[in-house]
């Protein structure tokens, strides 16, 4: 099980929220780039990264500090947050980032999300976060009506190949991952599923290791101390 350490950007600082309230925004770092570095030095291949602001205004607002940490280090960098267009995913994918993640359109402009597949094929990402099983749209400020199984299974029909899933009543909280719909998840789509929220031991990670996840976002639990990279690391392997 792969662990992608997450650095989640908003106005330009490396902040946490608690449950995807943006009045709960915490600094949780002071150099975006030094943390990234970091992360590469405790033995990570992967990163999550997320434009909070983007994903509140839907556009592109922090591409810079994502292109300046691909271009500066070795890892590979899974963006999310605002991309709404082809013009972003290939904005991104042509400067370094391995992989976009698709959220809101997923659910309000699916056609995006199977032409980008068509173009980028594995590149192509999409993100479900769900409140109570429903699906939460534009920065997790609207809730839809559509169940986070069924747009899974859809995004899997259209050609996708990974999926994150966070449940957002855990994401911040470090209360431990919702094992239970992530399990249904993974046994709903053959798609890879990547547990995002709520990881707080290196228990949670054993546990999602053992649902047979393909990956585990971990966030809150590294800025607090709760274990280092490397052992999160180790427990997925």
Same mark, same amino acid.
């Given at each position: ?17 608690? /449950? ?35 994903? /509140? ?5 922090? !591409? ?122 993974? /046994? ?9 929220? !709520? ?19 971990? !966030? ?18």
């Amino acid at each position: 099980m792969i662990i992608f350490p997450a650095i989640d950007i908003y106005d330009g600082q490396c902040v946490r929220l608690y /449950k995807g309230d943006y009045s709960t925004a915490s600094k949780v770092a002071d150099s975006p780039l030094e943390t990234a570095r970091r992360f590469e030095m405790e033995g990570a291949a992967f990163l999550h990264m997320v434009d909070l602001n983007g994903a /509140k205004e839907a556009k592109r607002v922090n !591409g810079p500090i994502f292109e300046e940490i691909a271009a500066k280090t070795s890892l590979k960098i899974q963006v999310g947050g605002g991309i709404r267009s082809l013009e972003t995913c290939e904005y991104y994918l042509n400067r370094g980032i391995s992989r976009v993640i698709l959220g809101s359109v997923a659910v309000k402009n699916p056609t995006l999300v199977i032409e980008a597949v068509k173009q980028y094929g594995e590149r192509i990402v999409v993100g479900i976060d769900a409140r109570e099983g429903k699906v939460a749209c534009e920065g997790w400020l609207d809730t839809s009506d559509v169940n986070y199984i069924e747009l899974a299974k859809k995004m899997e029909s259209v050609g996708v190949k990974t999926i994150v899933f966070t449940d957002i009543s855990r994401d911040g909280t470090l209360s431990g991952p919702n094992l239970e719909q992530l399990n249904a998840m993974n /046994k709903a789509v053959s798609c890879d599923v990547i547990a995002s929220g !709520g990881v707080s031991s290196l228990e949670d990670l054993k546990a999602l290791k053992e649902l047979e996840l393909y990956g585990a976002i971990c !966030g809150k639990s590294l800025y607090s101390g709760a274990f280092r990279l490397s052992e999160a690391i180790a427990a997925g392997r």
